[in-house]
């Protein structure tokens, strides 16, 4: 295995993990800490949300532009460090909505672009020290998905047996780990050469527009937004229009997650089989009758089943999306990376703002059937845009 061979690269995973610990312990539980920790009203999540998103993409394409440029990577993501360190210092020092408003979501904004910057770093490490891109990718992205089916769970035990505000003391230890580790496991020097490509500005002549490389992220936007409109959906179906108990959910994700760690770890060998964008048109279908069948879900059986097929589609996508957007970098790896993210983020708030609508009008099962038009539109694009991969090939040539 060749990620075995190379220290360095182990322990970015490891780094990885620990930064996506620190942070999806934070996130999901901010809509419970506003509206049972401090009293607010749902729609102020949504405020909240929507501020640190646009700074969320901000920070993100500006980053991808400095990594671009030959701006040491390391600085970058001490900076979210820090960032995440003074939102949850703020918050236990002031428990107020407005501390939210006023600094978290400026500082939680700026951490969020840790997970971007590490991708792009673990991509430019991995092409500099020559591992398998592809594989080492699954890796990354693999640690995504384990971060995040334990730290959530994590802070939710942790609100549930000491309290909302224990969380943040949680995440500061987490954060403390996160930077330890950055001192000992991010090279210091470590930046990249501007290297001049074909659609890339240069001196003399301004830059041209990367079409293939929004396609590719307009695809993974797709994905994104099918994704979260149907997992934000899923929780209170299952237990007020199904009836099924409270422990449903939390088997779901389990189950879910699960399937999608191993899909995203077989992504390479997928690429292999059928390339890239085959294998995205195969998860977008995958994904069409995960939908349909979450949506006809009446008992534990069926929920499992739909369960084990969401993490299929989604893992086949969060395998392979990452590379296939980098794959039209054009000598602009980071900004590709930074573009891939920001489309999932951008899916999500859509998403997450849709839910509630849908939800408020008609009922949660009519949002996960319509989470489905976003694996239609995905599929749509990638059809539509199939010579790109030609004249990819033609430029790698």
């Known amino acids: 295995m060749m990620a075995i061979q190379n220290h360095r690269a182990i322990w970015t995973l490891v780094l990885l993990l620990v930064g996506v610990m ?9 809509g419970v800490y506003i509206v049972e920790g401090l009293g607010k009203d749902p729609w102020m999540i949504s405020v909240y949300s929507a501020m640190t998103l646009v700074v969320a993409l901000f920070v993100n394409r500006r980053f991808g532009e400095w990594i671009d440029q030959g701006r040491r ?21 002031v428990q107020s909505y407005w501390v939210l408003v006023s600094v978290a979501f400026l500082c939680f ?6 997970l971007s910057t590490m991708y792009s770093f673990g991509r430019l490490y991995a092409e500099r020290e020559g591992l398998n891109i592809v594989r080492y990718n699954s890796y990354l992205r693999s640690m995504t998905s384990l ?8 802070a939710f035990f942790v609100a549930g047996q000491f309290g909302h505000v224990a969380v943040f003391k949680v995440a500061l230890v987490m954060a403390a780990l996160w930077l330890i580790l950055w001192y000992f496991v991010m090279p210091a020097d470590f930046a990249v050469e501007p290297r001049a490509a074909p659609g890339v500005a240069t001196a003399a002549e301004p830059e041209a527009f990367n079409r293939p490389l929004w396609y590719a992220a307009f695809a993974c936007f797709c994905f994104s937004l099918a994704h979260i409109l149907c997992s934000n959906a899923l929780p209170l179906f299952y237990i007020q229009e199904v ?15 699960f399937v999608e ?9 997928l690429i292999g089989w059928v390339g890239a964008r085959n294998a995205l048109l ?10 349909l069948v979450l949506s006809s879900v009446s008992n534990l059986t069926t929920m499992i089943i739909g369960s084990a097929l969401e993490g299929l589609y989604y893992g086949i996508f969060a395998g392979v999306g990452i590379t296939f957007v980098q794959s039209f970098a054009a000598g602009r790896m980071a900004r590709a990376t930074s573009l891939y993210m920001n489309g999932l983020f951008l899916g999500g708030l859509i998403a997450s703002s849709s839910m509630g609508l849908i939800a408020h009008f008609y009922d949660f ?13 995905a599929f749509a694009v990638l059809m539509a845009t199939r010579r790109s991969d030609e004249a990819l090939q033609k430029v790698a040539s």
Do not use: Y
């Open 22 to 30: 620190s942070t999806s312990a934070i996130v999901p539980f901010m």
């Open 73 to 93: 990577v390391a600085p970058l993501v001490l900076v979210c460090i820090i960032a995440f360190f003074i939102a949850n210092c703020a918050i236990l020092i």
């Open 109 to 114: 904004g700026v951490a969020s672009a840790a």
């Open 147 to 154: 971060g995040w089916m334990v730290s959530p769970a994590l």
């Open 243 to 257: 009836g099924l108990p409270t422990f449903a959910p939390g088997l779901s994700f389990s189950v879910k997650t």
């Open 261 to 269: 760690i191993v899909a995203i770890l077989s992504a390479p060998v």
């Open 282 to 291: 195969g998860a977008a279908v995958l994904g069409l009758v995960a939908f």
């Open 365 to 377: 099962r009519t949002a996960i059937q319509l989470a489905s038009l976003g694996t239609v539109a």
